[in-house]
Structure formats: structure tokens, C-alpha cells
């Protein structure tokens, strides 16, 4: 089993990434969010699902570990395959995804293309209480001490969501905390919820 492909990137674009790895090119089909992150760069190292099918051998390769948990998880719903599931990883971020199952809102996850309101409510109907019992605030980038309050506000409202509060007292109080401090880093936004929650 692959864990992971590590190499140049051969060429890329928004669906496919090739990665040389001593001569050997890999086609791995990713989302666009990976594709965000490896934009740019010389040589990156990709976390690996193989589909292995009778008429096809599929890579599917992610930045980072989370995303790959959460594709893990959405092709573990019945009607949900990888290419619908690297579709929602594409149009949703992991900490945007993970607030949408928490929060229940079906009718954002039903914009992705493919995505039936059926098929939406089946997804947060079978990953609710995975998204909580896989998710710990570790898994979430909280290195970011950037001034941008909106992207504070995410990550911190995804992972008290990701630790089982419900989104929308989450989201009273982070907004509260920004509006007293808002040059504060998402961990201590996190740390002052948790007290206040």
C-alpha cells in the first residue's frame, strides 16, 4: 500500500498532479485545495488513497493528512465515490466541511455539483459523530497568527464544532472574542472559548 508520494511535480494542474519520484511519474488526481497548496512549488510530498478497481488503479493524493481522513470518511457513505468525494474536497476547505456536518447544513453541501439534497443529508446523517470522534483541535492549522479575523474566525469556529460544541454559540463567542481582541492567534481564541462555552 502507498502511505504517501514524495518528488518534483512533473506537471500539474487543478485535477491531476504528476509527480516524479526517480524517473517514475505518478498521475494522482487531487482537490483543489491540494492543488492550492502544491501551486508553485518544486516538490511536495502527498498523502495517498489507492481506488483499485478490476478496470482501473486510481491515486488520489492529499496535502496533508485531515484531508485525506475527511475523504476517507466521505467515501465511506453509501452513494458517494472518489471523484464526487474529491468534488465536495474541492469546493469546501476540511475546516469548511467539517462545520457544514456539525452544523447539519445540508442545503450548503448540496451546491457542490453532484450533490443531491438526499445525498446531502445522508452525509451528515453518517459522518456527524465520526467528524467529532476523528477530530481533535490538533488536526486543524492553528499556526496562523495572521491579522486576518475572518480566517481566525473559521478555524476557530471549526474546531470548537470539531471538540462537539454546536456552530452557532461557537460562532457567538469567537465573534465576541474578536471584537475584544482582534489581533489575538486562533489558539488563543480557542483557549478563551473553551472557558466561555
Not at 11 to 27: M, R
Not at 120 to 136: F, T
Not at 149 to 175: C, D, I, R, Y
Amino acid at each position: 500500500m502507498i502511505e504517501y508520494v514524495k518528488g518534483e511535480i512533473a506537471e500539474l494542474s487543478p485535477a491531476v498532479a504528476i509527480i516524479d519520484c526517480n524517473g517514475l511519474g505518478y498521475a494522482v488526481n487531487i482537490s483543489l485545495n491540494t492543488y492550492s497548496a502544491i501551486q508553485g512549488k518544486n516538490n511536495c510530498k502527498l498523502y495517498i488513497y489507492e481506488a483499485i478497481r478490476e478496470d482501473a488503479y486510481i491515486l488520489y493524493g492529499f496535502a496533508d493528512k485531515q484531508e485525506r481522513e475527511l475523504f476517507l470518511l466521505l467515501i465511506s457513505v453509501s452513494g458517494i465515490g472518489g471523484n464526487t468525494a474529491r468534488m465536495i474536497l474541492s469546493a469546501l476547505s476540511p475546516a469548511e466541511l467539517i462545520t457544514v456536518i456539525s452544523s447539519e447544513n445540508a442545503n450548503l453541501l448540496k451546491t457542490v455539483k453532484g450533490i443531491g439534497l438526499k445525498t446531502a443529508q445522508r452525509v451528515i446523517v453518517d459522518l456527524k459523530d465520526k467528524i467529532k470522534v476523528a477530530g481533535n483541535a490538533a488536526e486543524l492549522p492553528m499556526g496562523s497568527t495572521s491579522l486576518m479575523s475572518n480566517q481566525v474566525q473559521e478555524e476557530a469556529v471549526a474546531a470548537l464544532t470539531m471538540l462537539g460544541f454546536a456552530a452557532a454559540p461557537s460562532q457567538k463567542v469567537v465573534l465576541a472574542i474578536l471584537k475584544e481582541e482582534p489581533t489575538i492567534t486562533v489558539e488563543k481564541v480557542i483557549k478563551l472559548a473553551l472557558k466561555r462555552l
